[in-house]
């Protein structure tokens, strides 16, 4: 069974300030998605980032990256120029490479942008 | 388009009883996917529906059931509802095929609420 570890609970950051999310993952599959949800205080699950195993470019989505390492089952998140619209939690899931949807989620980063 | 919808947003039922929340897919969407999300076990995934047929299933007892209509919209069924199913249930659509359509969109969830 796949599992997806955060181990951070908490962050926060400076507005305008740069902060990477952490998130590693474990499997014995060769093709698989990862991905980042934002989940904002109402509680709207928001998807942030994706990214395709089978792709060594990093993701990309305007102020939001990925660094992506298939060989450490690693995926962080990189919030470039953070907004206080960006507080809010952060799940890192998982979705294997095949018929049928199945997300795997962490247990979540709670972000704080301060002002 | 119109995103994923749910209804109802809140439900306050008392333990014993049974209860069914339903979703509708963004237009064009054939997945339809159920999470569970609290405090003490954060997302769980209940079940995916595609084309009618539960494709994929969670760790769930049988008292969680669901089924999916031919215009793609599902409900999900609770059954002797305990306190332990207070939590905000999640649905999430996807196109659902193999390729390049896999990722997911979430509704706002209903906030279930076991008395």
């Known amino acids: 069974a796949q599992t997806v570890t955060q181990s951070q609970p908490e962050m926060s950051v400076q507005e305008a300030e740069t902060v990477t999310l952490s998130c590693t993952y474990d499997?014995?599959?060769?093709?698989?998605?990862l991905f980042w949800y934002k989940q904002p205080p109402s509680r709207q699950m928001i998807l942030v980032i994706r990214q395709e195993a089978y792709k060594q470019q990093n993701a990309t989505e305007n102020r939001f990256s990925v660094n992506f390492q298939k060989a450490a089952k690693s995926f962080s998140l990189k919030i470039s120029d953070s907004q206080l619209g960006d507080t809010a939690m952060y799940f890192c899931?998982?979705?294997?490479?095949?018929?049928?949807?199945?997300?795997?989620f962490g247990a979540g980063t709670i972000l704080r942008v301060k002002s | 388009k119109a995103g994923v919808t749910q209804t109802p947003r809140y439900l306050i039922k008392t333990r014993g009883q049974q209860v069914t929340l339903s979703c509708s897919p963004i237009s064009g969407h054939r997945s339809v996917s159920w999470y569970q999300q609290t405090p003490g076990q954060g997302l769980q995934f209940l079940f995916e529906y595609f084309s009618e047929t539960q494709r994929n299933k969670g760790n769930f007892p049988g008292r969680f059931s669901g089924r999916q209509f031919s215009n793609s919209r599902s409900e999900m069924n609770v059954s002797t509802l305990e306190l332990g199913d207070s939590a905000l249930y999640l649905c999430?659509?996807?196109?659902?095929?193999?390729?390049?359509?896999?990722?997911?969109?979430f509704g706002p969830g209903t906030r279930l609420t076991v008395t």
């Open positions: 499997t014995s599959e060769n093709n698989y998605y």
């Open positions: 899931a998982f979705m294997k490479h095949e018929y049928g949807n199945k997300l795997v």
């Open positions: 999430a659509s996807s196109l659902g095929g193999l390729s390049g359509s896999y990722e997911q969109y």
